[in-house]
């Protein structure tokens, strides 16, 4: 009988392995209900999984039932796993490594657009409450080898139990397991676990090994850059959260880009993928120089990239963030952070109007004394308070979510939110282009832009971004990249323009940018792949084999 006054470590063990099968669960419920076949036969499976998955917590939390360990890990599943919970039914996201990254790398401002009352009900509700009862529970330990004993008996127990109810139903079970793979990442708490100790491994890995340079003989083209007649700038800009499909300048029936649109000289690329679906691994990846399918974030890490060898060759090289930083790839270079500046008509609230990366950039153009690539890091369409990325007066489509609850929003004010984004974005691209084309008889310019991932805004229940790259929807891989070359550009950089508006539909990702960036600044390395030079079949001299 449960005696609320001494209670035995095995009904702790079973009643918290209730809980947090069934607090924390609930998005995992609705979607095993969706997945399992109709009737009593996807009931019977339902009921097979919930009895796997409490005979497997009821194991491990056995395992680690022991006085001073216990009650601190149980609390300590309860709040993490009350926020995971939050995440989950409020924006659809998956669990794993990545999203512990993101957690792990995002600034103050980006944690302040996720927070909400509900979000502090569920910490105080499901988490912080049932950590109190635990810590004032009774427990009554025996002594060292009778628990141990008795341990052994109720984990031989859970494994029988295990193993009868899979070989029971090894059939569905095993289908279920293999067709869904994203059932582990719903899992609380075991995908905190999981991606707790993966990002752990993949830190100890980073920490562990030691740095390396990368392309050591990266060197400028003598011979081509002899003969320039003006100092280059080259300004690389870094999207957030932009996706291709409501790109209007791509295709998309709104008109998100009116003035890009008009722009003479621009390119578009319609069919461009990106290396991850969060900000920790796109932008260190598509720096690195590893291709998307072997890219490691322990090698990116502790190695050089792209900007390193740009600046080895001898060009100045800037990063200026009005986002989270570079995830390590401007370490070496200078690096501005612009996000918290105090300019009463573009910064409010500790955040920055992405306008803000423009500034000083007419002086840096009219007083440039050396070949620059200059990188603009955008704040974009980070989520969930898409409202907040632009000014009121970028306010074209209307009703907008005001809030970060974004399942409680409806979706088309969802877009509209997202979409006047774009649309300011817009903005800071064609600004930025019209001051480089101003300046373009005393300076070669040129910009390209390039978003870090996509998002999605409630297609397949999913916000955000951040899903496991294979599992996650074209929406929130699929991105916009732009360009455009200064007349004066082209010519000392040998690029043809109507071969690259060739190019417009061609299958590409973010692999390309580290050997376009290269091939179009004219560095040689032993590392440099012509194949995935996006510039290369576009400069005469090049094609002929020179």
């Known amino acids: 009988m449960l005696k609320l006054d001494n209670l035995r470590t095995e009904w702790v063990t079973l009643l918290a392995s209730l809980y947090l099968l069934i607090g924390f669960n609930s998005l995992l419920w609705s979607h095993l209900q969706a997945v399992v076949p109709p009737g009593l036969t996807g009931l019977w499976l339902m009921l097979a999984f919930a009895l796997l998955m409490l005979f497997a917590f009821n194991l491990v939390l056995t395992l680690i039932a022991f006085k001073y360990v216990f009650k601190p890990v149980l609390m300590v599943l309860f709040v993490s796993g009350a926020a995971v919970a939050y995440f989950m039914n409020q924006y659809g996201v998956l669990i794993d490594a990545g999203m512990f990254r993101n957690v792990a790398e995002t600034n103050i401002s980006e944690v302040r657009d996720l927070l909400s009352l509900k979000f502090i009900g569920y910490i105080v509700l ?123 300048v791509l295709g998309y029936g709104r008109d998100t880009t009116p003035r890009l649109s008009k722009e003479d000289g621009l390119l578009g690329f319609t069919d461009v993928h990106s290396c991850g679906t969060e900000t920790a691994v796109s932008v260190p990846c598509m720096f690195s120089g590893m291709p998307r399918k072997n890219y490691d974030a322990s090698v990116a890490r502790n190695r050089e990239g792209l900007l390193d060898m740009l600046q080895r060759a001898g060009l100045a090289v800037q990063w200026r963030d009005n986002q989270s930083g570079c995830k390590g790839t401007c370490d070496r270079v200078q690096f501005v952070d612009i996000s918290n500046l105090k300019d009463p008509g573009l910064c409010a609230g500790g955040e920055c109007h992405d306008e803000i990366l423009l500034q000083g950039l007419a002086e840096l153009l009219d007083n440039l004394d050396q070949d620059t690539v200059l990188v603009l890091h955008q704040m974009g369409s980070h989520g969930p308070d898409y409202y907040k990325r632009y000014p009121q007066a970028f306010e074209r489509f209307t009703p907008v979510c005001h809030s970060n609850a974004l399942n409680q929003c409806d979706q088309q004010a969802i877009i509209n939110s997202y979409d006047n984004t774009l ?82 539909d061609a299958p590409l990702s973010q692999d390309n940018l580290f050997h376009s960036m290269l091939g179009l600044l004219q560095v040689h390395s032993a590392v440099y792949q012509q194949s995935l030079d996006l510039f290369a079949g576009c400069r005469p001299w090049l094609a002929a084999g020179r």
Request: net charge neutral; with cysteine; hydrophobic share 40%.
């Open 126 to 248: 499901l988490g912080l409450l049932p950590a109190a009862l635990v810590w004032k529970a009774p427990i009554a330990y025996r002594p060292w080898h009778r628990e141990v004993f008795g341990k052994l008996l109720v984990g031989g127990a859970c494994a029988v139990a295990l193993g009868a109810v899979a070989l029971a139903n090894y059939q569905g079970l095993s289908s279920l397991f293999r067709n869904h793979h994203e059932i582990r990442l719903m899992l609380t708490p075991s995908n905190v676990v999981g991606a707790s100790f993966g990002y752990a491994s993949e830190r100890w890995g980073s920490a562990a090994a030691p740095f390396q340079r990368y392309g050591e003989d990266a060197r400028r083209d003598a011979a081509a850059w002899q003969q320039h007649k003006r100092k280059s700038l080259t300004v690389l800009v870094v999207g957030e959260s932009a996706r291709a499909e409501n790109f209007g």
């Open 423 to 504: 649309g300011y974005t817009d903005h800071v691209l064609a600004s930025l282009i019209d001051l480089l084309r101003s300046r373009q008889d005393k300076v070669d310019t040129a910009m390209l832009y390039l978003s870090d991932h996509g998002e999605s805004l409630g297609e397949y229940n999913l916000y955000l971004h951040g899903t496991p790259y294979m599992l996650a929807p074209e929406q929130q891989r699929h991105v916009p990249m732009l360009a455009w070359f200064s007349d004066s550009y082209r010519q000392d950089f040998g690029l043809d323009n109507d071969c690259l508006a060739r190019l417009r």
